[in-house]
């Protein structure tokens, strides 16, 4: 197979109760080649970070295959993850939880350094490309704030020497001021180190702003991707179109967006 | 009532001033009643423990002519069947009891721990089998279960602890499971797993130190247990072999003499002075680190 990441009609199915199942993921297929930023948008609850997941080995697939650079992505069971799947890494949605309380930044960055198979950059280094200041090495992450453990966070995922980085929502917990900060800055030191990225948004507005292409995804099933300036200026769906109206516009008007459009 | 309503800083806003202008504040855990007549209370028996051949008036395996004498000047807590001097009996029994509950908490926390953070780290079948062997130990009471095991290993202080550690363990397996549950789908465990880090490095470095606060505080609680417990195998003759001084047999003893109320009274305040103790440490070390009673440990402290 080719470069990247490539989904082949990867489902994933939750089992519940009484014979029930819910298709969080259903049958996609997609492509990420490498150094492409790719945008990857939806309503809450259409399986974008179970498609996350998915590509992490995080959950069971219950049809297709995922596979990174030719390899198949098998689940992480109980074994350690192999080796060539170390260059996946994630940045979590929520901030506070990613980080482990009890050890210091410095450690934990150190620990990511030492799965890196090419020469790692300095921690602090890392640290001033997500403009963090040298002294935080030897602090806990209850000293730092949302957006400075979320910067943290992309430090440590950068210092494995990633190929492909998947931020699974990494700015929805952060206030509005800092969402377009945190995800350019995201890209940015995805792209200088060489890595492809997966980001993962229900906003629109912050993936147009650093997606080259992107993925619209409903009910688990991928139904419209393009370009992100043709989605942003000619969507195909209806379901695209109703997205893209319902961003607010900061007019001064106060205006909502119309709710009856957002309903179907 | 009302104190609990108000923030709890107010009040207490004089006092942190005056501690601050002397340049030292004591930690909130030490501000509380219980927690400090606790450790004076756990010091002093540890004291007496390490000094005990100094602080002991008499030999406490020696027997005298005076049998059974109340309490006087020469024997403080009186003498026993045997002559032998109750005071320097208890304070000799502190080297047993004290050691032997440390021992048996300690060891009891590491198995259970272990055994209870492997079922909630693995689940499954591990889960399953660990966690049904411990439903059958707590189906049990569990001074007759530490009976049963004691009695058929015979009596002794080794097969004493064998089996109050095999009594004792569970809690702290099922304590650590849920623990470990709550605590593996962290982002940061998860994180951990996608960097390389096989099942022994994710628990012992993400997992467990972010756990162990509530077993630690279910471990000096249990101190208290440990020692009833113990004393109470003694008490029914499974524990220490006579003439060993042990605080559980003497009040067995004081039994069979009704009539000499001192062998059993003091020897029983020594298991209640230290188990309370050991209660009142337990208790405020877990309302200081459960933040669901944080409130009322704030109207409480001094």
Request: aromatic fraction near 6%; proline fraction near 6%.
């Amino acid at each position: 197979m080719t470069d990247g990441l490539v989904l082949d009609r990867a489902s994933v199915t939750y089992r519940q109760s009484l014979g029930h199942s819910l298709t969080a993921v259903d049958g996609v297929s997609l492509q990420i080649g490498s150094g492409e930023v790719v945008g990857l948008v939806g309503e809450s609850g259409c399986g974008k970070s179970t498609l996350a997941r998915a590509v992490c080995g995080l959950e069971r697939l219950s049809a297709g295959s995922v596979s990174f650079d030719g390899a198949p992505v098998g689940r992480l069971g109980l074994r350690k993850r192999e080796q060539s799947l170390l260059r996946i890494q994630m940045i979590f949605q929520n901030p506070y939880a990613s980080l482990n309380p009890r050890r210091r930044i410095g450690q934990q960055i150190e620990d990511a350094r030492k799965i890196n198979p090419g020469d790692a950059p300095r921690v602090a280094e890392l640290l001033a490309q997500v403009e963090i200041e040298p002294s935080a090495v030897n602090r806990f992450p209850h000293e730092f704030s949302g957006g400075q453990r979320q910067r943290i966070a992309i430090a440590r995922a950068v210092a494995s020497g990633p190929d492909l980085l998947i931020g699974d929502e990494p700015i929805a917990s952060l206030d509005a001021s800092l969402q377009a900060r945190v995800a350019t800055l995201l890209r940015d030191v995805a792209v200088r180190a060489g890595a492809s990225l997966l980001f993962i948004s229900h906003d629109l507005a912050i993936v147009r702003l650093i997606a080259t292409r992107v993925l619209v995804m409903r009910s688990g099933r991928i139904i419209e991707e393009g370009p992100t300036e043709r989605i942003w200026n000619d969507p195909q769906q209806p379901y695209t179109k109703r997205l893209l109206k319902a961003i607010p516009v900061a007019d001064g008007l106060g205006r909502l967006p119309e709710i009856d459009e957002l309903v179907d | 009532m009302s104190t609990l309503t108000q923030p709890p800083e107010t009040g207490a806003s004089d006092f942190d001033a005056l501690l601050a202008r002397r340049r030292f504040r004591w930690p909130r855990i030490w501000r509380q009643p219980l927690m400090i007549i606790g450790s004076v209370v756990i010091a002093l028996w540890l004291l007496v423990a390490i000094f005990a051949p100094l602080l002991e008036p008499q030999n406490p395996l020696a027997q005298g002519s005076a049998r059974l004498t109340a309490p006087s000047a020469a024997h403080w807590f009186g003498t026993d069947t045997l002559g032998r001097d109750v005071l320097s009996r208890i304070i000799a029994g502190s080297r047993v009891s004290l050691p032997l509950a440390i021992v048996l908490v300690i060891l009891s926390m590491v198995l259970g721990s272990i055994l209870g953070a492997l079922a909630g780290y693995l689940g499954r079948v591990v889960d399953e089998v660990i966690m049904r062997i411990t439903d059958l130990v707590f189906a049990f009471p569990t001074i007759i279960l530490a009976m049963v095991v004691a009695a058929a290993l015979g009596p002794g202080l080794q097969n004493a602890v064998l089996a109050l550690l095999l009594v004792s363990w569970p809690q702290y397996a099922r304590v650590m499971r849920s623990m470990v549950i709550g605590a593996r789908n962290n982002e940061y465990v998860v994180a951990g797993r996608l960097l390389g880090a096989g099942v022994a490095t994710s628990l012992i470095r993400d997992v467990l130190p972010n756990v162990i606060a509530p077993i630690l505080v279910l471990a000096t609680l249990d101190f208290g247990n440990a020692i009833l417990l113990f004393s109470g195998l003694s008490f029914l003759g499974l524990g220490t072999v006579p003439p060993t001084p042990e605080w559980g047999s003497m009040v067995s003893d004081g039994v069979k003499q009704f009539s000499s109320w001192w062998i059993a009274t003091f020897s029983g305040m020594a298991i209640f002075s230290i188990v309370v103790a050991f209660n009142f440490l337990g208790d405020s070390l877990r309302d200081v680190l459960d933040p669901r009673s944080q409130r009322t440990v704030g109207g409480r402290s001094i």
